[in-house]
């Protein structure tokens, strides 16, 4: 259990720092190269700055971590994306409400990532790890085809509907990468990502030099992953 805790310790913080500075670094974009993902910027701005807001948004997370963490005995994006970040910009709001002088500081974010970060994965490492194997079981089956089922396919088809309503431009590059993207990888999401900015950058600017390169390097990138899956053998044996 000392081993576990030590671990978690030196793991949470490091990655609650990572994740934490990312985030803020999202906020001084494009001034600066950002670190972060979307859906942390946009969770965070949806808190207002009220420190409780964010505790409680990263709360109710915490128990989908833990249930995933007991079940599947891994962290999942709730942990790092979601109660980590929030309850770093939390407890520097608690003290400062101008969000400027905290959680769009990575520095203070950094230090503040770190310490929530080490609570939080010392915490659900330290309930995997006293959680009988039998409830574990359960919590697997249970929660495993669950897990699938939101990967493939209602995350795509809630993307793929988003490219749709972004134009029709912009739906015809989501559709056609998110398929050759389910082919090829498993998953239409990458693809589909990939159409709505291909698709938006064409329909705001046309087909200028910038958009044409942008084409290019996911072609190749779709025809470079295509040949390592050996995607190209199966099309040849299929016929």
């Known amino acids: 259990m000392l081993g576990i805790i030590i ?5 949470g913080a490091l990655g609650g720092a990572a994740i934490a500075a990312g985030a803020a670094r999202m906020f001084h974009a494009p001034k600066v190269q950002s670190m972060g993902a979307f859906r942390t910027l946009g969770e965070l701005n949806a808190c207002k700055g ?5 505790f409680s948004f990263g709360l109710g997370f915490l128990f989908n971590a833990a249930a995933s963490v007991v079940a599947a005995g891994a962290l999942t ?12 910009a939390g407890s520097l709001l608690l003290k400062n409400k101008k969000v400027e002088e905290t959680m769009h500081d990575p520095a203070k974010m950094l230090f503040a990532g770190a310490i929530s970060g080490a609570i939080v994965v010392v915490f659900l490492n330290t309930l995997a790890s006293i959680i009988p194997e039998s409830m574990a079981v359960i ?19 809630i993307f793929w509907l988003a490219a749709l309503d972004a134009g ?19 998953n239409a999401v990458p693809g589909i990502v990939l159409g709505i900015l291909i698709g938006q950058s064409i329909e705001e600017h046309g087909y200028i030099k910038s958009t044409q390169v942008m084409i290019a390097i996911v072609t190749v990138l779709f025809i470079i992953i295509a040949y390592f899956r050996d995607f190209f053998d199966k099309i040849i044996a299929l016929f």
């Open 7 to 11: 671990k978690s310790l030196i793991i």
């Open 50 to 54: 009220d420190p409780v807001t964010h």
């Open 77 to 88: 994006q709730d942990a790092l994306h979601r109660v980590i970040p929030n309850w770093a």
């Open 168 to 186: 029709k431009t912009t739906g015809i590059w989501g559709t056609i990468l998110g398929g050759l993207a389910h082919m090829i990888m498993g």
């Open 139 to 157: 919590g697997r089956n249970i929660l495993g085809p669950a897990a699938s089922l939101m990967i493939n396919p209602v995350m795509p088809i």
